[in-house]
């Protein structure tokens, strides 16, 4: 299996924000950022070249994804991935479920911070996407790559997949990037068919939704309910998805079965586990 997680909050001590901003001189800064003000900017350029860079592949499928297909921004940040690799190195699940494989840049993030001997001995990541035109992107870029033994794309709604998931198999790590509106629907099924490990822990991305959702809360908004839906920055659809986010996290924080953690980085992260 992997360590233990008791210890878990106290080796988070990061601190960033999802924006697309380079994590070296050679990738796209294509979006402003949601959660962090303009102000900091130069704080956020100093964590990008006091992080380790990522592989070179890695930027080049980032880079590449942005230059060619138009919802880009669906990847997560780069950050996002080196955030991703550390935490899978700390934790070191053997059976992975990512719920939004989008161009597969996330699981092989994922993938980077298995070493090898988990990956000659077993540890999978099983990821989903239900476009089959990304699919067959997302497929090149992971054949492409060192772990083509050890992913697996699924042409599959993230719900179907977890209907169908073998309940004997059970999930170290799940990463929850698929539709927002399905968010609360997975953790149910998940904890209703028993499919993650004791050990095991959930990351829930997008939380924060554009720095929406906790607008939504009348015990934290810093303005009216009604000024979030005339915002310049929020559109029908995205205030949505805020109320489908503010569910979910009302959800998982009140289950008696769970511990968790919303982190204000990136744009919103959310580390799930089941309660000892």
Request: hydrophobic letters at 35%.
């Amino acid at each position: 299996m992997f360590l233990s997680k008791s210890s878990f909050t106290n080796k988070l001590c990061f601190k960033a924000k999802q924006f697309k901003q380079p994590i070296s001189t050679n990738l796209r800064s294509p979006s402003k950022p949601f959660l962090v003000s303009q102000t900091d900017q130069n704080l956020l350029n100093y964590c990008i070249k006091q992080s380790s860079p990522q592989p070179e592949y890695l930027q080049a499928i980032y880079n590449k994804t942005f230059d060619t297909l138009p919802n880009a921004h669906n990847m997560i940040s780069p950050l996002q991935g080196i955030l991703l690799s550390m935490l899978v190195s700390l934790f070191k699940p053997t059976t992975t479920l990512e719920l939004g494989c989008y161009v597969g840049y996330s699981a092989l993030c994922i993938a980077h911070g298995l070493n090898n001997s988990l990956l000659n001995n077993g540890a999978h990541i099983w990821t989903c996407e239900v476009n089959e035109n990304i699919a067959k992107v997302a497929e090149e870029n992971i054949q492409n790559s060192n772990y083509k033994n050890n992913i697996t794309i699924l042409k599959k709604s993230a719900m179907q997949v977890l209907q169908e998931w073998d309940s004997n198999k059970k999930i170290d790590f799940a990463f929850i990037d698929a539709n927002k509106s399905g968010y609360l629907d997975y953790f149910n099924v998940i904890l209703e068919r028993n499919l993650l490990h004791q050990d095991g822990f959930i990351i829930a991305d997008n939380t924060c939704f554009r720095a929406q959702v906790h607008q939504l809360d009348p015990t934290c908004s810093d303005l009216p309910i009604k000024q979030v839906q005339n915002n310049s920055n929020t559109t029908k659809n995205n205030s949505k998805v805020a109320l489908h986010i503010y569910n979910f996290n009302n959800f998982v924080s009140n289950h008696p079965k769970v511990e968790q953690l919303l982190l204000p980085i990136f744009d919103g992260f959310t580390i799930i586990k089941l309660k000892n």
